[in-house]
């Protein structure tokens, strides 16, 4: 799957989960108790199932952020460590080797079939 369109798909996910989120929030609307350690609170179940998500979605978003500075650092030595590679032996990529196999031209069969 291209990245475009997992994007898009994981766009198009998260569009319905907030939806229904937010549908389910509206129905419910009365107020509850809130247990804290140090108090206990009234506040409407909306806000309530609201905040929930939003730290949820907070949490989620920051694992995302980290892996992808983690994985980016890593790129970077990768790199570094390439590039000395190639120095000190001298090697280059050869042109073709980047193009993947679903965009290498594919060889039709001509030949007759044998009966």
């Known amino acids: ?37 140090f108090n206990s609170v009234h506040i409407p179940l909306i806000l309530l199932i609201l905040g929930s998500t939003l730290i949820g979605g907070i949490i989620v978003g920051s694992f995302g952020i980290y892996r992808g500075y983690r994985l980016q650092k890593e790129v970077k030595v990768l790199s570094v460590k390439l590039a000395q590679i190639q120095e000190a032996t001298g090697y280059e990529f050869p042109e073709n080797e980047n193009l993947d196999a679903e965009q290498q031209p594919v060889e039709e069969d001509t030949s007759t079939p044998q009966a």
């Not at 907030?18 to 509850?32: D, G, K, S």
């Open 1 to 37: 799957m291209h990245g475009s369109m997992k994007i898009q798909w994981s766009l198009i996910l998260a569009l319905v989960f907030a939806l229904i989120t937010a549908v389910f929030a509206v129905i419910n609307v009365e107020p509850v108790q809130v247990n804290l350690l």
